[in-house]
């Protein structure tokens, strides 16, 4: 294919023709990506048509200078591919990173930018992304010793067109001066740009919505070992590398396969987004399972399978460029004297330095050939609290698979001790995992590895996700609050840490997966020698995991009743301390944003009810207790407004006293005493609404302060208000004083902002509060003017809405529960529903991120008695199924005229 000569057509032919031209390079790799080709040799295809592309445009641009300047202009220039295109891996999508590299001469100077500027423009015309700088000899040298990217952009080049030695030569200078003279300065910059691309996404292979280049074990991680690889070695091919000695066979063949598996995923994503996108969304799993074939295995989506494929690659790729990393980082001589001078010698044949343990050298191969030795080798390091030296770790993972499972007294015994300790437990269970050693020790744990929870609301796969909930729970160790009390008071800490590994390892399967873990948990103990008390704590706490999370978040601590049973069934503080942390734990370890402010408190005043019924106290004045606390901090807060006359104390009290207890427990004395303060002013026509943003959460809370008198559904309409303005309500709450006086908060997330919401946007949606509130607006209006978002219609993966309605946890209320999944719009459809049935909400509960979305409504008659007709109930559970639905299929609230596009 040739380039369109300029002088016989017109500017906007070319540019027809040269996009042509790009519409069938990919179309035709497309076509070649359809009928199965390698991966890696499309990219190389597209490599070298790109390559064409520039090399034609360029001639081009120079066809009407005469001979001995072009002659000239070919000494002086040279184009050069680099970054991806310089190692031949463009995908369809993808920027062309080119270096034009020139030597300046008065002569050919303003030809040559004039001719790079037209190629530049030809391509970008040709919707060609281009990631590109014209440079002389000197400036690129200067340029790569302060500009990482710019240096790694050069340690693969290919010469296009012009000088070729020219190009060479930049090689040449670039390994010596930037490279060899600086080889300890610029591994460790690559690192440390790793590490801080980790930080900016997720920094763990099993993060269930990969980016494909950027997460861990991706792409950019086979890059950096070719980058380091090149500074050591003078090589980035991995097959020379092998032939060096710094990747062996199996490293070099794992990673021969990712890089093929994940180019292929790339690729993929490319042509279905018809854009750059490397970003592996649970959508695109569920695509992408289908056309290749996967089906449900065990209840578990088609992705699941995919899923563990790609997170095995992944995972291969972070070990292997992990321990390249670690034998090719140049170390100094002052740090290898004081690691020998630092380490000490332990039971005879272990070596202990300040961070890490290793064996004498003629011990490794005994040590690596008995599991009851590599065990002891954990247990010394998580006495010690360091980690297990690289090398010697590699040779752990080597020797694992030729081992047989725990069965010796001493191998359990040994697994139990490591069970103990707790500070450095979620460094030493991950290297036994990393190594294959924790599923030798405890085999019912291999069932969690790169196991997909295809779910909205997880961001790991189980065992990433358990490793983290480890971490968690052992971090309590140094919490100074309620969390921190507990985990220091429990004696069974090998019960508990083991309850932690275990709570999720029933998944996987169609049976409900805290009832099959129970049934693992009691296999594990009797393995362990575990006593029968012990034995029998384990399998409760994995069995009950979930049941203070459900209790906490979605029913109304209010009510003794609800928390009684719960106490009756615990039955001992031990336990309960275990349950209390294992749970926190396990909501922490979910992602990051999922444990709120908010529900560690209603998870700890759970703890706190609960705990007073063990110990044989009264509810009654444990509450008392509580509120009187919240009292006179809230005073404190006041007490600047009450000398200065603005406040009376007695007012204070009074007003204190109004306040629904469940709202006291849940808001900060500060904020109490700005909700006073407001309402002290508080008309029938007023309404107040306070913003605030939580940058630690990236997400605002808005509260409402006003009086029931300004109409029915407030809840509704507020709802409603939110998500015409686009926000995604992640918890909600009612409370109603007993003076009439409502105070409802909203957390939300505003997608309008990647930072911080600025303080007019909050205003702005004060603003629209205020306004529906007191008649002036409807939510109607609001969605016919907020239109620049619109709900997709369709999600490939859904999971199955349901509605429950519970007539027995509250004597006063009828109790709903509503399973969907989150769409910006959702609780609006649920308040107004609710709302058309002529149901009063008395308690919401809204959360969001733990399995899947539950709303929780504590409803009444229009009376305020609890609904008791059987067919009533029926009506309303199925009007409420039928309205989500339609609205999860089309976007539009049935029987209602406000299209839900937002």
């Known amino acids: 294919m040739t380039a369109v ?38 990219l190389a295809t597209l490599s070298e048509s790109a390559d064409k592309l520039v090399v034609d445009l360029l001639d081009e641009a120079l066809a009407d200078v005469t001979p001995e300047v072009r002659a000239l202009i070919q000494k002086r220039l040279v184009v050069l591919a680099v970054g991806g295109s310089g190692r031949g891996e463009m995908c369809p999508y993808s920027d062309v990173d080119l270096l034009f590299l020139y030597q300046p001469d008065v002569h050919t100077n303003e030809i040559i930018q004039q001719a790079t500027s037209q190629v530049v423009r030809d391509l970008w015309d040709a919707w060609v992304k281009l990631g590109h700088s014209v440079r002389t000899f000197h400036d690129a040298l200067a340029m790569a010793k302060t500009d990482l990217q710019f240096a790694t952009s050069l340690v693969e080049i290919r010469p296009l067109w012009g000088n070729q030695e020219l190009g060479e030569s930049l090689h040449r200078k670039f390994y010596k001066n930037v490279i060899r003279l600086r080889q300890t300065v610029f591994i460790d910059e690559c690192v440390a740009s790793r590490q801080a691309e980790f930080q900016e996404g997720d920094g763990t292979v099993q993060q269930l919505q990969p980016d494909v280049k950027k997460s861990a074990g991706g792409l950019r991680d086979i890059q950096l070992l070719k980058w380091i690889g090149y500074a050591r070695r003078q090589t980035a091919d991995p097959g020379m590398l092998k032939r060096l000695g710094a990747l062996n066979r199996d490293e070099y063949h794992d990673l021969q396969q990712a890089h093929e598996f994940l180019s292929r995923v790339r690729i993929d994503l490319h042509f279905a987004a018809g854009k750059p996108q490397d970003v592996l969304s649970r959508d695109e799993q569920a695509r992408i399972a289908q056309e290749r074939g996967f089906l449900e295995v065990d ?29 090719q980082r140049p170390r100094s001589l002052a740090s290898r004297l004081l690691k020998f001078v630092m380490r000490h010698r332990a039971n005879d044949v272990f070596l202990v330095g300040m961070d890490e343990i290793d064996v004498q050298l003629g011990y490794r191969t005994t040590l690596c050939g008995s599991l009851e030795q590599i065990l002891k080798l954990y247990e010394l390091a998580s006495l010690y609290r360091v980690g297990v030296a690289p090398e ?50 405890i085999p019912e744990f291999s069932r969690t590895r790169f196991l997909l929870q295809f779910n909205q609301y997880h961001h790991y796969t189980v065992d990433e996700h358990t490793l983290r909930a480890i971490e968690a729970v052992t971090g309590f160790e140094n919490d100074s609050g309620t969390l921190g009390e507990a985990y220091r008071a429990v004696h069974n800490k090998d019960v508990l840490h083991l309850a932690v590994l ?51 978040l979605r029913r109304n601590l209010a009510d003794p009743e609800v928390y009684l049973p719960f106490s009756r ?33 209603l998870l700890a005043d759970l703890y706190r009810r609960v705990l007073e019924v063990l110990s044989g106290q009264s509810v009654h004045q444990h509450e008392q207790e ?76 808005f509260r409402v302060i006003a009086r029931d008198r300004i109409g029915s559904g407030c809840f509704s309409k507020m709802a409603g208000t939110l998500a015409a303005k686009r926000l995604d309500i992640l918890s909600a709450q009612i409370a109603t004083t007993t003076e009439g006086v409502i105070l409802d908060s909203f957390r939300v997330i505003d997608h ?84 058309d049935l002529d ?64």
Not at 11 to 22: D, G, S, T
Not at 429 to 437: A, F, I, P
Not at 507 to 513: E, I, R
Not at 673 to 693: C, E, N
């Open 5 to 42: 000569p300029q002088g016989t057509t017109t500017p906007l032919e070319r540019i027809a023709a040269n996009r042509k031209r790009v519409s069938d390079m990919r179309e035709q790799v497309q076509r070649r990506f359809r009928e199965g080709a390698d991966g890696v040799s499309l």
């Open 299 to 327: 209840g578990n989506h088609p992705a699941v399978q995919f899923m563990q494929q790609y997170f095995h690659h992944t995972a291969n790729v972070a070990r292997i460029v992990k321990r390249f990393i670690t034998l």
């Open 392 to 441: 010697l770790a590699e040779a752990v993972a080597l020797a694992t698979p030729k081992l047989s499972n725990l069965c010796t007294t001493e191998e359990a015994a040994l697994t139990v001790s490591i069970f103990q300790r707790g500070p450095a437990l979620g460094k030493i269970l991950r290297s036994m995992y990393e190594t294959g050693v924790l599923e030798r020790a």
């Open 502 to 552: 275990l709570h999720d390892v029933g998944k996987g399967g169609t049976q409900d997966h805290s009832t099959l873990g129970k049934e693992l948990a009691g296999h594990v103990a009797e393995r362990l020698g575990l006593t029968a008390h012990k034995r029998e704590m384990l399998m409760f706490l994995v069995q009950k995991h979930l049941v203070m999370p459900d209790l906490a």
């Open 569 to 601: 069934d615990v039955g001992s503080v031990e336990i309960l301390r275990m349950l209390y942390v294992l749970s926190a734990a396990d909501m922490i370890a979910v992602g990051p944003e999922t444990w709120t402010s908010w529900k560690a408190g």
């Open 626 to 701: 509580l509120l009187r606390r919240k009292r006179d901090a809230v005073q404190l807060e006041m007490a600047a407004a009450v000398q200065s006359g603005q406040f009376t104390e007695e007012w204070i009290e009074s007003t204190f006293d109004t306040l629904p207890r469940q709202y006291v427990v849940d808001t900060a004395p500060v904020e109490l005493a700005a909700v006073l303060g407001l309402m002290q002013t508080l008309r029938d026509d007023t309404v107040h609404v306070r913003s605030a943003f939580d940058a630690e959460t990236k997400t605002v809370e």
């Open 752 to 835: 309008d902002y990647f930072g911080a919401v600025p303080e007019s946007r909050m205003q702005e949606i004060g603003a629209a509060i205020q306004g529906v509130l007191l008649g002036r607006n409807t939510v109607a209006e609001l969605f016919a003017t907020n239109t620049r978002h619109q709900i997709a219609a369709h999600m490939v993966v859904k999971m199955p809405t349901r509605v429950v309605i519970d007539n027995d946890s509250s004597d006063k209320c009828s109790v709903i529960d509503v399973f969907a999944d989150d769409r910006t719009g959702l609780l609006y459809v649920i308040t107004k529903t609710l709302l």
């Open 839 to 902: 149901l009063s909400v008395s308690v919401a509960k809204i959360a969001t991120h733990i399995d899947q979305v539950l709303d929780v409504f504590y409803v009444t008659d229009h009376n305020g008695q609890k609904i008791q007709q059987g067919q009533r109930l029926v009506t309303i559970r199925d009007t409420l199924q039928k309205r989500i639905e339609t609205f999860e299929a089309t976007g539009v609230l049935e029987d209602s005229r406000v299209p839900l596009s937002i």
